[in-house]
């Protein structure tokens, strides 16, 4: 039982547009929703998150988007870079607290120059 | 400042065979976990600790075992390695925060 979801494996863009990465949950205890960026050979990072009471979350050129009603959030990346070619994982808590993180399969993202 | 360190990075295992996988943080986080990742599943959370002397089991426990004696140290322990335990293993600890995560350890068990 998938409860956290991306279905899109891989995604290509050119540099300067705009990469829109998906991710559907089933589990409405979630209340905490992170994404993970992962390059290979390496640790995921953190790159931005949004509680349930937002629909939006802005960080420089990455910014989250929650619909609750739909149990979908999107992560938007504009301009696209290079550098941003990477897994993006989708996560969710029941927690505020982020703690029991619920991972989706992940989105390999590639961002052609 | 090195934040969360796993060793050893590579392992190769023979089936029925036991290791443990080293952990360590130096940010003074109570709280550590391990994952695993597989191709298709992304990561899955194996096992937790708030604190020192405290454990729980996440969505994938069977076939490992932990510990916590010290707020640094989180070993993850595999009694009898299985093949289904190929995977890379990830070590995460969070403060007030998100969670941070180290390089990871790839595991093979033949």
């Known amino acids: 039982d998938q409860q956290v979801k991306q279905n899109s494996p891989s995604l290509s863009v050119q540099e300067g547009r705009i990469s829109i990465l998906n991710c559907d949950y089933t589990n409405s205890m979630f209340d905490y929703f992170l994404w993970y960026k992962k390059y290979p050979a390496e640790g995921p990072t953190f790159l931005i998150s949004i509680s349930s009471i937002k629909d939006k979350n802005e960080d420089g050129r990455f910014t989250v988007f929650l619909n609750k009603s739909a149990k979908h959030l999107s992560l938007h990346i504009v301009p696209s870079q290079p550098g941003d070619s990477a897994v993006y994982f989708c996560?969710?808590?029941?927690?505020?607290?982020?703690?029991?993180?619920?991972f989706g399969e992940g989105t390999q993202l590639t961002v052609n120059p | 400042n090195a934040g969360v360190t796993q060793t050893p990075k590579f392992q190769v295992l023979k089936t029925g065979q036991s290791m443990t996988l080293q952990c360590a943080q130096d940010?003074?986080?109570?709280?550590m976990s391990w994952y695993r990742q597989d191709p298709g599943m992304g990561l899955r959370l194996i096992h937790y600790s708030v604190g020192a002397g405290i454990t729980d089991q996440g969505e994938v426990p069977n076939g490992y075992n932990v510990s916590r004696s010290t707020t640094e140290d989180f070993p993850l322990r595999l009694l009898s390695a299985a093949p289904s335990q190929t995977s890379v293993y990830f070590c995460a600890t969070r403060g007030t925060g998100e969670l941070f995560f180290g390089e990871g350890s790839r595991l093979t068990v033949l």
């Open positions: 940010m003074n986080h109570e709280y």
């Open positions: 996560a969710a808590s029941p927690e505020t607290s982020g703690s029991r993180l619920t």
